[in-house]
């Protein structure tokens, strides 16, 4: 709640901000400051379902809201926008494993195996976002866009519960390790600190204006590095932040 009233106050302050640069120069019709507010949806996975994970039970985008404010130079009919937003990139998922690779602590225990049950995962990532973009007009009122970004993570958790299974320790031949579908009988995970700091992408999509200044956004977020450092060998497959974003501006 303290993070959406943060974005709230930054919005007002950047729309703030781009009234007085338009009364200052509103002749200039090369400049143009968008101020943006929008929702995140998607999910941090691999690209394809491993065979370790045999079904994907529940999905549940978190609130994930995104505030910015872009630069846009368009000289003609391509441009260049950069910017600075500030946005979480968060889920919830349960999924059903089998001999999946996992670090896991129950009690005072901490134990390393392939575990076959229930996953419960729960992703959230803020981040300060560096857009760079190249835009073409496609016509009076729709503008595509392409290019890079980076990602400065401020907070960051990926943490879970591991249920209803059991946990082979160390092979596939190794101790097995029950766990139950209450508190005190499951088992918990926490990878947040082997989380990157940084991330880096690419973004594309379109901004469609309705008005003189009022437009509607829509993107998408490609994460090209994973969200765990290079050196972190419990998570086997290479999970990538891929996210839809959708939202208003405002352009002056």
């Known amino acids: 709640m303290k993070r959406i009233i943060i974005i709230s106050l930054a919005f007002f302050l950047s729309l703030l901000l781009a009234s007085n640069t338009f009364g200052q120069d509103k002749k200039n019709k090369f400049f ?5 507010a929008a929702y995140n949806i998607g999910g941090t996975a691999p690209l394809g379902v491993p065979a370790t994970i045999r079904s994907i039970d529940s999905f549940k ?3 994930s809201v995104m ?15 950069a910017g600075v937003h500030y946005e979480n990139k968060a889920m919830d998922t349960k999924v059903t494993t089998k001999g999946y ?18 996953v419960k995962q729960e992703v959230t990532q803020w981040m300060l976002t560096i857009p760079v973009m190249l835009t073409c007009r ?7 866009k392409v290019g890079p970004y980076i990602s400065i993570l401020t907070d960051k958790d ?37 989380m990157e700091d940084r991330q880096y992408g690419v973004a594309m999509g379109f901004d469609w204006r309705l008005s003189q200044h009022v437009g509607i956004m829509t993107d998408i977020n490609w994460g090209l590095t994973g969200v765990f450092d290079s050196d972190f060998k419990t998570v086997e ?5 891929i996210y839809a974003t959708i939202g208003l501006y405002l352009a002056f």
Do not use: C
């Open 32 to 36: 143009h400051v968008i101020v943006r």
């Open 101 to 118: 690779r996992m670090e896991l602590v129950k009690g005072d225990s901490r134990m390393e195996g392939l575990f076959t049950g229930h």
């Open 158 to 194: 990926f943490s879970g519960i591991a249920s209803d299974g059991y946990l082979r320790q160390g092979d596939p031949t190794g101790p097995r390790i029950n766990m139950g579908d209450k508190e005190g009988e499951w088992a918990t995970y926490d990878f947040s600190d082997e």
């Open 67 to 81: 505030g910015g404010i872009d630069f846009q130079l368009t000289p003609g009919r391509l441009g260049i926008l």
């Open 61 to 63: 985008p978190t609130p």
């Open 237 to 241: 497959q290479t999970l990538y932040p």
């Open 138 to 144: 496609l016509g009076n009122r729709v503008t595509w």
